[in-house]
């Protein structure tokens, strides 16, 4: 974990529900973002401090699979003599990329550290700040003798937005709290939501309701880009213009987040020709734009792919992972299964826009060619055609708060594996809403969607739907206004659990 390594989930809302973390010191917050070393802190107390039977969630822990680092092959990489890593190892190696032996000389001044990073999400510009910042007050001399570059693929998913860190509302103390409420979740195209219907009714299926919602985000992402300003001065010469957005999806979680990146890093939106033993090629970009009309060679010490991972299970072989509705390679997809799914996904596309018809309408995006089936999993976690109940997987999506939506597939998956939800759909109809989720997903996040599991804003609902399937009703305990207006905090969770023993006589 490095220094510079902020949470994206502020305090009172990066916890479960059943052991509260303890807020680091003020001083090291920003608006309630804090560093990862404390997250991290918290889950390894987690699992040593909760124990049943006799044994501790660590103990029970049994980790058979990998999760797979996607790592590009670019041409010339076996030529490469500089240091390659995924952002995984990062925190890691850290210290020594930053500096170089030769920096021991008599004459440092002379020796620049070259860094490359790859990719266009939040990890990348996590990455970026880091090696902008100096590790220490004596080694800011080496922090300026470092030259680092970012490269953005040209016509990727990339860059990411990143929210500002403060709310814009006096009512809650950051981004986050403004976000992650029942009321902001109205103004959202989202088909989890069960309650509130009335209000999303108004302002998704009206004309009057959609013409306010789009006022509403048109304005919202005017002042995101102002509070960006990717034509500012300082960032000219180093083209942070090129960070213009795709899709929001992160926290500028410093207070100087931007400003050093704008200042220290070299961004390019380019496609990566090649490498050779200590550099890195650039194409041209293609819409001819000034200044990179011709191939650009950047040296390179070390090259940095925050570049993600595979959805891929390596658990099952692609046949058996399809047909339990994980995420596989189109080519190696069953055509027969997914000719079934595609009729069955094609069909719920014109319900999607009848229930949600601003989206039949999207913004200029570039358009990018699926190579993985969706994620084709009952409330995002069982088998659709699994009628023995005996299996699901949990956190198969992409979230702004991996807490929430924890707790609440925990206790659903206990739930389900039992047999103790009463309300079960036959395996038709579960096939069929699942269908409505990934036609859904298509649409309301472009591109990110095609996997059918990005529901970055979509947290509270998810889990409320979660709840409200098993009929539970204690996580809405803060009265009318509270319940719609109020962030939605871990604790706001504590009575769940007993609420479930109780009503299903356990």
Known sequence: MYADFYTQTPVKMAEFSDRPMTPPPAEEQYYGFFPGRYTTAYLEAYV??????????????????????????????????????????FGQQQQPLLLK?????????????????????????????????????????????????????????????????PAMSERYANSNEGFYNRFLAAFLPNRFATRWGWLKWVLQGTWLGRWYVQRLWDGFDKGLRAFHDYQREEGKEMGFANLEYDTPSGVANHPDFLSTIAKNVHVHRRNISHLSEHSITLEPRSDGSS??????????????YCTGWSANSTLFPPHEAGAMGLSVPLKDADPQTQAHWQQLETAADPLILAQFPMLKYPP????????????????????????????????????????????????????????????????????QEVAETVAWDRRRYLNKGELGSWFYYDVVDYADMLYEHLGLSSHRQKGFVGNLMEPCFAADLWAVGDEYKQNYRI
């Open 48 to 89: 040593d401090n909760h124990t049943y039977a006799g044994q501790t969630i660590r103990d029970r822990i049994n980790f058979s699979s990998t999760v797979d680092r996607v790592v590009p092959h670019l041409p010339g990489s076996s030529a490469f003599q500089g240091k390659t890593l995924h952002h995984k190892s």
């Open 364 to 431: 200029a995006y570039r358009k990018l060619e699926p190579r993985q089936t969706p994620f084709r999993l009952y409330k995002a976690m069982a088998p659709p055609a699994d009628d023995t109940h005996s299996i699901v997987f949990l956190g198969k999506m992409v979230v702004g708060n991996n807490f929430r939506t924890a707790e609440a597939q925990a206790l659903w998956a206990v739930a389900y594996l039992d047999g103790r939800i009463r309300d079960l759909p036959t395996r038709v109809r579960r096939e």
């Open 291 to 304: 200044g990179a009309e011709k191939p650009l060679t950047i040296p390179v010490d070390v090259l940095v």
């Open 101 to 165: 032996e030769e920096e021991e000389e008599e004459d440092p001044s002379s020796v620049r550290r070259h860094i490359c990073i790859v990719g266009g999400a939040k990890s990348a510009a996590d990455v970026a700040y880091a090696c902008a910042k100096a590790p220490a007050a004596a080694a800011a001399a080496a922090a300026e003798r470092r030259e680092i570059h970012w490269v953005i693929r040209e016509h990727g998913n990339g860059p990411s937005a990143f929210f500002a860190a």
